[in-house]
């Protein structure tokens, strides 16, 4: 059994101990979920670090050292390893599927349209723009990088610039979902 399915395991076994001991064969159903769950884990991983947008704004740097590579990937490792953990093994709540507590997150949490709002503020009002600082908290609460917010406040039509970015912001509702589920 992989780390994955050992950490899935011992989160059952404190958080779900009656679905745990339903399972025919534990062992089993665990290694099976670990080994699933390394393959998605490497896949998504691989698909953040290769995320176009991403790739442009490293590649405009020519600063970029070995030491920022390595942390991309790490970054693009974790964020893999909650995104896939957080469907397949982590249960807080078995009476509320995954699927329904995300139903419910997407129709009460802020949606894209704060973003757009934000920007057009940044534009009207260049002054206002936060320190870089809360610029980076920002980011963190929206799960964007940086330069996302920047390039947001930087396009002439703001909307567009998020309808070019769709798949990053899908990524990032995921994350901010998963925070909040957790």
């Known amino acids: 059994m992989n780390k994955y399915g050992a950490r899935a395991m011992h989160h059952w076994k404190t ?15 665990f290694t099976e979920l670990g080994l699933q769950a390394q393959g998605q884990i490497t896949e998504l991983a691989r698909q953040i670090e290769t995320n176009r947008p991403l790739m442009v704004a490293r590649m405009h740097s020519s600063r970029e050292t070995y030491l920022k590579d390595v942390a991309h ?48 503020r940044m534009q009207d009002a260049p002054d206002l723009m936060p320190a870089t600082v809360d610029l980076e ?23 567009r610039y998020l309808e070019e970015h769709q798949s990053l912001l899908a990524e990032a509702a995921t994350i901010r979902f998963l925070r909040e589920v957790h």
């Open 15 to 29: 958080h779900a101990p009656v679905r745990y001991q339903s399972l025919d064969d534990p062992t089993r159903f």
């Open 137 to 159: 908290q920002k980011a963190n609460d929206w799960a964007v990088p940086v330069w996302f917010l920047e390039g947001l406040v930087e396009a002439e039509i703001p909307r």
């Open 73 to 120: 990937r790490m970054t693009a490792l974790r964020i893999a390893e909650e995104v896939v953990m957080q469907q397949l093994a982590w249960v807080s709540d078995p009476s509320l599927p995954l699927d329904e507590a995300r139903q419910e997150w997407n129709q009460t949490s802020p949606n894209d349209e704060n973003l757009i709002m934000w920007a057009e």
